[in-house]
């Protein structure tokens, strides 16, 4: 019997199909799993003898943070990778180590190459009672310009700075440009660390001046009004009233809130010694400062240290307490001023 024409065809045609699909199915490569191996280390300051704690590392899509000890084990695809290590948001401090793991190989990292590189610019402006920049340059081997008070009148000399640090200093000279370049070099991103006296620059210093500008009080006698509010500065004092009101002696127990310290510190309290009288008491506090230390023994009860939080500006670390020139500063809180530094 004779197939017709259209049997031949869908007969020719479903042998055709199986045929190409046969061989379509054996072309197709399959995709290899992704294979891992593990790299380790120890980020380092500058100098190498710092340990940094809390410090973010990333390979694609893997991360992890170093522990208290500086210490780091992340797993992450094979081949030739790169390590991103950094600290804040990363654009103070921030390393790229190329690294290259085989499947299952486990690398551990020399200290020598496992360092967090500075990045970006810091200034500091002296002071008589702290000396920050001997945290930064001689501890942690970073690199900081110094600024007079008087360089913060000229917005041009705030160009390219990343961060700025103000000491705690006895009536430092103050006017209406500093407080307007301050207030713009922060809103474009640029973060501030301010100690005890210091928070001047930030609320103001109470008196008027000659022609509208501000001159300093006397940092014993006069006290903040929070209802009224201080003359001066760039931030109102409805988010952080301080007066000179602080006892010389030890603060026990001082309760830490925020992880990353409690990371660099191994522990969530310590002990502060305020070695004079007069120290700014913080009175009151809100947004978009929150409270990242704490006072919870004896009276006055209250913040210790603060930070603004994240933001479009950029970021200000403010502490009642400091390291004194004198090198009369525990280890905890060199440890903890090393933080503040790192992660501005």
Not at 261 to 277: C, M, N, Q, V
């Amino acid at each position: 019997m004779r197939l017709s024409v259209l049997a031949v065809s869908l007969v020719f045609t479903f042998i055709s199909f199986n045929a190409c699909k046969k061989e379509s199915s054996e072309s197709e490569t399959p995709v290899p799993e992704e294979t891992y191996g593990t790299v380790s280390g120890r980020v380092m300051s500058a100098n190498l003898s710092v340990p940094i704690a809390g410090a973010n590392v990333v390979c694609k899509d893997q991360s992890t943070t170093t522990n208290t000890n500086g210490e780091f084990s992340l797993s992450i695809p094979t081949g030739n990778q790169t390590l991103t290590i950094y600290t804040g948001n990363g654009e103070l401090f921030q390393s790229e180590i190329p690294v290259n793991v085989s499947q299952d190989e486990e690398i551990t990292l020399p200290e020598s190459t496992c360092y967090l590189m500075q990045v970006g610019t810091m200034a500091y402006v002296p002071g008589i009672y702290d000396k920050i920049e001997q945290i930064i340059i001689d501890s942690l081997g970073y690199t900081a310009t110094m600024l007079q008070p008087y360089d913060l009148m000229n917005s041009a000399n705030l160009v390219g700075i990343d961060a700025i640090f103000l000491n705690c200093d006895n009536e430092p000279p103050l006017n209406s440009s500093i407080y307007n370049n301050l207030s713009s070099f922060f809103a474009s991103g640029g973060s501030i660390y301010a100690s005890d006296f210091a928070v001047e620059y930030l609320t103001g210093d109470g008196n008027p001046g000659p022609g509208g500008q501000h001159i300093s009080h006397d940092h014993y006698s006069f006290q903040t009004s929070c209802m009224n509010g201080m003359l001066g500065g760039f931030l109102d004092d409805t988010v952080l009233c301080t007066s000179k009101s602080g006892t010389m002696g030890m603060i026990q127990d001082v309760k830490i809130l925020d992880s990353g310290i409690i990371t660099a510190l191994g522990k969530d309290s310590l002990d502060i010694y305020y070695d004079l009288g007069g120290w700014e008491i913080i009175h009151s506090l809100d947004l978009p400062f929150h409270t990242i230390m704490e006072k919870t023994n004896g009276y006055p009860n209250g913040p210790v240290a603060v930070k603004t939080n994240p933001g479009e500006a950029g970021t200000i670390f403010f502490t009642t307490f400091h390291n004194e020139p004198q090198g009369v500063v525990s280890e905890d809180v060199k440890k903890i001023l090393q933080y503040f530094i790192l992660n501005l």
